[in-house]
């Protein structure tokens, strides 16, 4: 929809609920009708301040997507995310206005609704602002500021100290399609009645049982629970959220899981003990090189797998692979039954590395769409259980990954596979080692996968200023201080031992939580009566709990900034330097390894340079975009005369975003190891990337960079739906088309393998629209994807 009709009707539904509440305000709804007028004003002040600046970005953000075929990136996410915001307000505002009359309109209820997508906007506007910011101080028109100081700490001072809790309470998710919102709501009620019991059990058990009887006053109060959300992922360390994420690993939850999942005749845990090996040299057959065991940080170790099948084939139920099996306190996994038919050896396999930040989860976590993809695909799927962090930091993962990847080349035989095809394939985490895992074969010299197919994955680690860090900021399920733990940890930079602290026996608790769960009912049940009999007590009510955060938005003076006028641009811009992640093989190029290079020694590399590297903008480029830019490009203002700020002003004079009262804790990976190309692949340059094969990227809100016309990479653009949607498949409609796009790509790699004689275009872009229908004003799919 045009961005000035959308604005329009956001003045018109606010101005039109204004004047009729306004008109009544000292009637029966008293206070709360009061709430909803100030909301409307502020909100009209908001988006007449908003307004400029989005059509600015409308006229100038094409020029940093990839191709006129594939219109993604970061600037684009964050004016969809905006639009999304109002687009909701709109539709909130209608319902006020066909429902206000009615004797059922609850006015207190709807001016909380209002207050907190006012809050949600007023700091979307803020971020509009620091995006305003990145554009002026790239100079060269770049995506990323790379640096991690000047702008890169400014970005995270202001991360720190501006309120997130109105993303967390009633607005949860409202970027993504409304099918998903209520699992998100389950999740972050499940998160913050986990963080409120964390380190007071025992056991894993007394947290799940305690959080269980906690959680009825955050299902019922959106506000406490967006306020506890923002403290967790605010203030919680590492440890907190590799035991929460774990939770799917518990055998209540995973039995749930086996049982409704596709049923496979083949699921065996594996363990590889830590031998080395030979492979052949791609180059020259008749010479090898050796593979070392995993040893970094913690020794040589067993590497953890897991073989996945739908059918039983041959090799599966062999001698040797049930030698390396490991038992994981369940029923048997390989199922038999009476002689059970083998199928020949597949000519295809899928070796697979799970998500999970570095620091969580195993291929358990994930069986449920393994098990799917294997019976879709007809393949065998070898999924690596690699060393977590931070007890296994950085290169431990992509040791155990490259030896595994090596281990199963070398005994096809035992997979239920020929040895002729194999793809990779990975989630967040896990697509950061699909593609290091490729770099890492390729600098061996040993054989490379004939594929990548990597879902949202992590390719940049440092903590460069850009468009999509600034949209972790509201993220539901992975925000900047979480993500910068995970990546703090797999650097080695977060400690590996957990704080201890007093815990108490879960009988001692049990008592006391369930008074608390009858409370909270009894209150909840209560507030919502007196809403409907009198809307102003439930307003005061409320506020003896807590002081609403919406309403400290509400009192906030927030006055227009100046804006610049617009000036659409009317040029095109070639593309003749963009980063590639992707390349086929020319594989005589990539530099094997000797026989007798150890495999640590292929990761130091020297610290890669803007002069060495190529995903920012060519100079051309940035000449003609300058006039385009300084429409939107704006300089932070100068701070009041007489007046000293220990930091810069980074908004307009007179705006001012919310504040949390608490700074969040923020520390991110500052260490050199973040810049080295096998931990961020974004930052290798180029002659580390010859050779490797065709990279299917699935990615949803913001776009990954990545480029080189030449090369087969496809991009696959999934709208509406979180980071880690593949985790979510089995629980809603369009997870799992989402999760079967993924399917798609896989294919693509096994089809082009087949036949390569069929023309195939160079890149691809698949849109799934899931925004619901029942909204009164819908916006665009702009884009997708993210660089974690």
């Known amino acids: ?403 595994a990847y090596c281990w199963a080349i070398k005994n096809h035989h035992l997979l239920g596979w020929t040895g002729e095809n194999v793809c990779l394939a990975g989630d967040s985490a896990g697509g950061n080692l699909c593609i290091t895992t490729s770099m890492r074969a390729a600098s061996h010299g040993v054989r490379m996968p004939d594929g990548i197919v990597a879902a949202y994955p992590a390719i940049l680690l440092t903590a460069y200023a850009s468009p999509s860090r600034l949209l972790t900021l509201f993220d539901p399920l992975l925000p900047l201080s979480v993500l910068s733990r995970c990546l703090s940890a797999y650097a080695g930079e977060e400690p590996q031992a957990e704080k201890q602290v007093e815990k108490v026996s879960t009988l001692s608790m049990v008592r006391r939580d369930t008074g608390l769960l009858l409370r909270d009912f009894k209150q909840g049940a209560s507030n919502w009566i007196h809403s409907l009999l009198d809307p102003n007590r439930a307003a005061a009510t409320a506020s003896t709990v807590r002081k609403s955060v919406s309403e400290a938005s509400i009192s906030s003076p927030h006055s227009d900034p100046p804006v610049p006028p617009e000036h659409p641009s009317d040029f095109s811009l070639r593309r003749e330097s963009l980063k590639s992640l992707a390349g086929h093989a020319n594989k005589a190029n990539a530099t094997p390894a000797t026989p007798t290079t150890p495999a640590h020694n292929a990761m130091v590399f020297p610290e890669p340079t803007p002069d060495n590297m190529s995903f920012f903008l060519s100079k051309e480029e940035v000449v003609s975009m300058s006039d385009a830019l300084s429409s939107v490009a704006i300089a932070p203002p100068e701070g009041e005369e007489g007046v000293v700020l220990k930091h810069p002003r980074e908004f307009p004079l007179g705006f001012e975003p919310l504040r949390s009262e608490r700074l969040a804790e923020m520390k991110l990976a500052t260490s050199p190891v973040v810049r080295n190309p096998y931990m961020s692949p974004l930052l290798a340059p180029d002659s580390m990337l010859r050779g490797l094969p065709p990279i299917h990227l699935v990615d949803w809100l913001v776009p990954i960079l990545f480029g080189n016309v030449d090369q087969p990479v496809t991009l696959c653009v999934v709208d509406d739906l979180p980071h880690g949607f593949l985790s979510l498949s089995q629980l809603s409609r369009e997870t799992r088309e989402a999760a079967n796009v993924c399917v798609n790509r896989i294919r693509d790699v096994f089809d082009q393998k087949d036949s390569p004689q069929e023309p195939r275009m160079h890149r691809d872009l698949e849109r799934t629209n899931h925004r619901a229908s029942t909204m009164a004003l819908k916006t665009t799919n702009l884009e997708t994807g993210r660089i974690s």
């Open 1 to 403: 929809m045009d961005t000035k009709a959308v604005f329009a009707a956001l003045y018109s539904v606010c101005e039109e609920n204004a004047t009729f509440f306004s008109e009544g305000a000292n009637g029966a709804r008293g206070g709360a009708a009061q709430r909803l007028v100030d909301t409307m004003t502020l909100i009209q002040e908001h988006a007449r301040s908003l307004e400029p600046v989005i059509s600015g970005f409308a006229a100038v953000y094409h020029h940093f997507d990839f191709d006129p075929h594939i219109p993604a990136n970061g600037y684009r996410s964050l004016v969809k995310v905006v639009r999304c915001c109002i687009l909701h307000i709109i539709h909130k505002g209608r319902y006020i206005s066909t429902n206000r009359r009615s004797i059922f309109f609850r006015t207190a209820h709807n001016a909380g609704e209002m207050e907190a997508y006012c809050s949600a906007l007023c700091q979307l506007r803020a971020l509009l602002y620091l995006a305003q910011r990145l554009l002026h101080d790239n100079s060269h028109g770049n995506l990323f500021f790379h640096e991690e100081s000047g702008l890169s700490q400014s970005f995270i001072r202001e991360y720190s100290s501006m309120h997130k809790g109105c993303f967390y309470g009633r607005c949860l998710g409202f970027q993504f399609t409304p099918a998903i919102r209520p699992c998100l709501q389950t999740i972050a009620i499940g998160l913050v009645a986990f963080g409120e019991n964390y380190r007071r059990h025992q056991s894993g058990i007394g947290v799940a049982a305690s959080s269980f009887f906690t959680s009825g006053k955050y299902a019922i109060d959106p506000e406490l629970r967006g306020a506890e959300f923002e403290r967790i992922t605010q203030n919680l360390d590492v440890h907190f959220w590799k035991a929460f994420w774990n939770i799917t690993e518990t055998e209540v939850l995973s039995s749930l899981a086996s049982m409704t999942s596709t049923q496979v005749k083949v699921n065996r845990a594996l363990s590889v003990p830590p031998v080395p090996f030979d492979l052949p040299l791609m180059a020259d057959p008749h010479l090898t090189v050796t593979i070392e065991a995993p040893s970094a940080h913690t020794g040589p170790g067993p590497v953890q797998m897991r073989l996945i099948s739908y059918e039983l084939r041959e090799g599966q139920d062999s001698e040797a692979l049930l030698s390396l099996s490991r038992s994981e306190g369940g029923p048997i996994s390989l199922s038999l039954g009476m002689k059970t038919k083998q199928s020949p050896p597949s000519r295809w396999l899928l070796v697979h590395y799970h998500g999970g930040g570095f620091v969580a989860q195993t291929s358990k976590s994930h069986e449920p769409y393994l098990k799917s993809w294997s019976q879709d695909l007809g393949v065998p799927i070898l999924s690596v259980d690699y060393s977590l962090a931070p007890e296994a930091p950085f290169p431990r993962a992509l040791e155990d990954c490259f030896y």
